[in-house]
């Protein structure tokens, strides 16, 4: 199992470009989430999905959307990025069942720059 | 509202010494859980341990101690013979009865073990 993957790993934006942030997981969770990390902030939630087809706004989700289509991918969209939005990027996620049900697994992180 | 607090932002000590990294966390939940993530220079989040709020025994994983204790809302994490390796951002992090299953992280502390 590749586990949690997200695509691109290093991003560099202009200010106003658009992009979106791709997390794909091979272990049927149910939960994803994404986080930014800023430093001396820990991590923040942005937006968390608890199932196909569903999204929920986390404690900072201004400036970004999000969609799940299908219960493995959940994608991270900026449609007008600002200076503000340079961190990086973890998405998450949670079994929501099982032993280790409400155990994150996260992914490697991507490192977003807005110029 | 639910809340982690890591007052120390960063700790240097001297290789072989232990040290021990405070966590204290505010919730109003009776069942919760909390959380030690690892992040090493490369960035990943590892996870390191898991205990519940009915769990207050302490743990010890070979170097690796974890101190749960209600009565003062802290779960503190302790390094014993810290190595050059253990150099690392840890978080602490938890997890009410929010359906969400989302967690709250603390701030981070940055650990730096100097040979």
């Known amino acids: 199992n590749a586990g949690v993957t997200q695509t691109p790993k290093f991003r560099v934006l202009k200010t106003g470009q658009s992009m979106t942030l791709l997390c794909a997981q091979d272990m049927n969770h149910e939960y994803m989430y994404w986080y930014r990390q800023d430093p001396g902030m820990g991590l923040r939630l942005i937006h968390y999905s608890v199932g196909e087809g569903t999204t929920a706004k986390g404690e900072v989700p201004d400036g970004y959307n999000v969609s799940r289509l299908k219960k493995q991918n959940f994608l991270l969209g900026l449609e007008s990025a600002a200076p503000s939005q340079t961190s990086v990027y973890f998405c998450a996620s949670t079994p929501g069942y099982g032993g280790r049900y409400n155990e994150q697994f996260f992914g490697p992180g991507t490192r977003l720059t807005v110029l | 509202a639910q809340k982690v607090t890591q007052a120390q932002t960063e700790i240097s000590v001297v290789e072989k010494e232990d040290v021990t990294l405070d966590c204290v966390y505010e919730t109003r939940d009776t069942t919760y859980y909390l959380f030690w993530y690892k992040q090493p220079p490369s960035g990943e989040l590892v996870f390191l341990i898991r205990?519940?709020?009915?769990?207050?025994q302490n743990e010890i994983s070979g170097r690796y101690s974890w101190n749960f204790q209600k009565s003062t809302s802290s779960f503190n994490f302790t390094i014993t013979a810290s190595q050059v390796v253990d150099s690392a951002v840890y978080f602490c992090a938890l997890k009410g009865m929010d359906s969400s299953y989302k967690l709250i992280f603390g701030s981070g502390t940055r650990l730096l073990v100097r040979p």
């Open positions: 205990r519940n709020s009915f769990d207050e």
